[in-house]
């Protein structure tokens, strides 16, 4: 009996072997070094990836769950080691990110007595997961994975997170994987119910001016299909979110553009004048509806819907269509008219239009001589992989990058949505290119977000990744700038960085790189960066105090987009 | 503004006792009492939360509750909907008893359940507008100690918990 019996560090390993896991991100440490001792006897069976921080390592299993749709792993050790993952965390649980945490824990018999690097992991990890558990007993190990990889992947996706305290980690116990199937307090999803669906049909046949919203929901329940049928047949523009990017082709003739704060001029628009509104997936952000009290007022709203707590909570709904929206875009299109909807659709055109001049061409084509984030962007676009994934941070590229990036596959957009997570984009794009090497990873950062996770370029260089690193540079923290311009006064308060030679930089680290400063340098610099065998560091130097527009302003309604 | 009885069937879990409140803690929200105890059912709890506030606030509350892994069902009524008590114990100086407390004790209903040679306490049940008119009547006594219970609830639905856990 003595000889079937393994470590529990061994048993986490195995664990992860038989959930598939492929790579998983971490950093070792006192209370976590059984299950490092552990991997190295799989490593032919389980790469690990050494981060050069532990928020770097959950970033990117962030990166990797989002290119991949399976679940991102990351191992880390108690203390500081388990509170540098909270951040992470808390991204993944408000973007629906599925990911399972292992951190270790003091041995049993220390908790509560702050040990050295003690830390009540459960209790700070709990506003940010969406399930935790301490295990104490080497014989719950499996069992705790099991049904958190289950938790992680099912229903809304999120973060769990496993505390395994010492002593289990060294205990000898039994190794019998059984997977998770289902337990009877978690309902992953609701049922359709068929009287939803008719009541959402006969409201859309009806509509004059109906329009759809989707978001990641449609990626996250692999509906891009369903979506697209149902566009097809229904003839209703289609707007996306931030996260819904991708989700949709860009080139599908009923794609109307983008929406929120920093989205396109008429999708904005014109939610205040639809008759329908259709949410598919999607939440209801404050950055997509700007002021809730002139949001959509006079549209009749139905909302498909996975999570029953996102229905109502900012924009009520006449009808719930409650459930995985792959079912319930395919019934819903099987029960509606075959339209078109031509006088409605040109009006986005007519709109669109007007952002063109009004915005656009001096973002992609600008006549003056500082280089603008929209035109390396839209050189970017002629020379990417049609399944180009595009890693961003956040601030003003990101929102420049997402706006004229041409999505035309689902998958291909990560970032940080939800949280705002400044620092998210170098180590994502490690993780999102380490799930494919031979998929093009393009991260578009800025000088700031940079500054807070560049110590993975030494990840970026250990690993080989070939993420293609394009830094705009405006010397700024740029979107705060914008704000303080527009509704500060110009009181530049701590926004200006003096900056060091990230050229320099990204070549310590063995990384090939270089800087523009000129337009006509542009077009060959991105042409070589993206046939580079290799990771390769692209620094354009940017105008210093540019703006994004359109912008919803905080307190605006849609119908009060701005152009300039 | 309204008084809710929130009920919350759930696993016995170590921690959902802390992720139910943070549910609260983090809209502000003040609960007025909570009490928790083991279910019918071997290994299920429920925990009863009276909360003030406006239904829409509610129905998002016990919303995020269900969302909970390790919970079963939470849901919620108002107070008719509700058979609920709560339990106040009274602490009172022997030098202040006169005839007095006799009919007081009558009236309410009240009983003394512990005679000790200084003290003696009084315990009431009720709802909290009967424990309170007593407590207001007792700080006449010179009232050494007032504790009173949250609000432990059955709904007057028919439905079983059974129904819940399959």
Redesign the interface.
């Known amino acids: 009996m003595k000889d079937q019996m393994i470590r529990g560090a061994d048993i986490v390993v195995r664990s992860l072997i038989a959930e598939q896991a492929e790579v998983i991100f971490g950093y070792p440490g006192g209370a976590i070094m059984p299950v490092y001792d552990a991997l190295h006897d799989y490593h032919d069976q389980l790469r690990h990836v050494l981060t050069r921080h532990e928020q770097g390592a959950i970033h990117a299993a962030q990166g990797y769950a989002r290119v991949s749709g399976k679940v991102g792993v990351c191992l880390a050790t108690s203390g500081p080691g388990a509170t540098n993952l909270i951040t992470g965390m808390a991204d993944a649980q408000i973007d629906s990110t599925p990911l399972v945490c292992i951190t270790g824990q003091v041995a049993a018999h220390l908790l509560g007595t702050d040990a050295f690097q003690e830390t009540d992991m459960?209790?700070i990890s709990?506003?940010c997961s969406?399930?935790?558990i301490?295990v104490r007993r080497v014989e719950d190990i499996a069992p705790a994975i099991a049904k958190a990889f289950y938790?992680a992947r099912s229903g809304r996706p999120g973060p769990v997170l496993i505390d395994i305290t010492k002593n289990a980690q060294v205990d000898f116990g039994e190794f019998n994987y059984v997977p998770c199937l289902g337990f009877?307090?978690?309902k992953t999803h609701n049922p359709i119910e068929s009287s939803a669906i008719e009541q959402a049909a006969a409201l859309i046949n009806s509509a004059e001016r109906p329009y759809v919203l989707y978001g990641q929901g449609v990626i996250l329940g692999k509906a891009e299909a369903e979506l697209k049928f149902f566009l097809d047949k229904s003839g209703i523009p289609a707007a996306s979110t931030l996260l819904g990017s991708g989700a949709l082709p860009q080139d599908h003739p009923n794609y109307v553009g983008k929406l929120g704060m920093h989205g396109n001029y008429a999708p904005n628009l014109l939610t205040n004048k639809c008759d329908v509104l259709i949410a598919v997936g999607m939440r209801f952000d404050d950055r997509v509806t700007g002021d809730l009290k002139r949001y959509a007022k006079q549209a009749r709203v139905v909302h498909l819907e996975l999570?029953?707590?996102e229905?109502?909570?900012t924009v009520k709904c006449e009808v719930a269509v409650l459930g995985d929206c792959r079912e319930s875009l395919a019934m819903l299109t099987a029960a509606i008219d075959a339209k078109k909807h031509d006088a409605w659709m040109k009006r986005f055109r007519d709109l669109e239009e007007e952002e063109t001049s009004a915005v656009m061409q001096h973002d992609l084509t600008p006549t003056k001589d500082g280089l603008t984030m929209g035109e390396v962007i839209n050189i970017v676009n002629q020379y990417k992989a049609d399944d180009a994934v595009l890693v961003t941070d956040v601030g003003q590229h990101q929102m420049i990058a997402w706006r004229y990036f041409n999505y035309k596959k689902t998958r291909t957009q990560v970032t940080s949505g939800g949280l705002g997570t400044m620092g998210f984009a170098l180590p994502a794009a490690l993780g999102a290119q380490l799930h494919d090497y031979s998929r093009q990873v393009i991260c578009v950062v800025g000088d700031g977000g940079i500054q807070m996770t560049i110590q993975e370029l030494g990840t970026i260089m250990q690993t080989k990744a070939p993420v293609k690193i394009v830094l705009l540079n405006n010397n700024y923290l740029g979107m705060v700038r914008q704000w303080q311009q527009m509704f500060f006064d110009k009181r530049y308060s701590f926004t200006e960085l003096d900056n060091p030679d990230f050229v320099k930089i990204a070549e310590a680290y063995n990384i090939k790189a270089q800087k523009v400063t000129e337009r006509g340098d542009l077009r060959e610099a991105v042409e070589d960066m993206l046939i580079h065998d290799g990771p390769f560091f692209l620094e354009v130097v940017v105008e210093k105090e540019d703006n994004v527009f359109p912008m919803i302003a905080t307190g605006c309604s849609v119908e009060e987009v701005r152009l300039s | 503004m309204k008084r809710y009885t929130i009920f919350v069937i759930?696993?016995n879990f170590?921690?959902i006792l802390?992720?139910i409140t943070?549910i609260f803690t983090?809209r502000g929200i003040n609960i007025n009492a909570l009490t928790a105890s083991e279910s019918r059912l071997e290994g299920i709890h429920r925990i009863t939360i009276e909360v003030t506030a406006t239904e829409e606030t509610v129905?998002?509350l016990v919303?995020?509750i269900?969302?909970i892994?390790?919970?079963?069902k939470a849901f919620y009524h108002e107070d008719e909907g509700v058979v609920y008590q709560e339990l106040a114990l009274y602490k009172i100086p022997v030098s202040k008893l006169d005839g007095g407390l006799e009919k007081i004790i009558r009236q309410h209903g009240a009983r003394i359940i512990s005679a000790e040679p200084e003290f003696v306490v009084l315990e009431l049940t009720g709802h909290k507008e009967q424990t309170q008119e007593l407590l207001e009547i007792l700080k006449e006594y010179g009232l050494l100690e007032f504790a009173r219970s949250g609000r432990v609830a059955v709904a007057k639905r028919m439905l079983t918990i059974d129904s819940f856990?399959?």
């Open positions: 459960i209790g709990m506003p969406k399930w935790n301490q938790i009877r307090s978690y999570d029953p707590a229905v109502n909570k | 759930t696993e170590i921690g802390n992720r943070i983090r129905i998002q919303n995020q269900e969302k892994i390790d919970v079963i856990v399959k």
